[in-house]
């Protein structure tokens, strides 16, 4: 069994990331912070903010996966809560994705070891589970696959759609899935 998620992965994986999006490092302060104060950022009831990792998954077509969400009510990509027997961020994302689609791990190739992207955002309480509103710190990895959708996880996931890279909300994400797809394609 793997070695739980540490926080000084964590903080590594964050430092790494900061040191090549320089820019980007006030943004992940928030999290330093927590790591700093003793948070445990794995335990998805510290609701000041927790880990999440999610996929980032081109198809076959080129286009990328979304999954619509039951509970936010929202296309998302496939992602979710770290679990104690995922032993980094990147195999919690393979996790995940697994768990959410069905597509299995074997036939997904990682494009990089380093997040594709660090978000801090902001989840509503949910008073169905007793969970109050939090942060969700999540580390969002590039992946590939010729694979399809083999089977939802129907108590968390209503659908499955490849959509165009354009579907990313956010305008680096894309450019850092092109930058990625390129890398992995010239390495």
Known sequence: MPVPITPAHIRATI???AGLHPKEKPGLEFALRLLDEGADLTDRTEYRGHATATAVLIGPTGKVLFIHHRALSR????????????????TAALRELAE?????????????SSPLQIEVHAIPADEAKGERGHRHIDFRYLFRTAAEVAALQAEEVTGAAWRHVRALGHRRLRRRMAEGVRRAGSG
């Open 15 to 17: 430092d790494a990331y």
């Open 75 to 90: 296309w998302l990509m496939p992602g979710g809560h770290v679990e104690p027997q995922d032993g980094t961020l990147l």
């Open 100 to 112: 959410e689609t069905g597509i299995r791990p074997e036939s997904v190739v990682p494009l990089g």
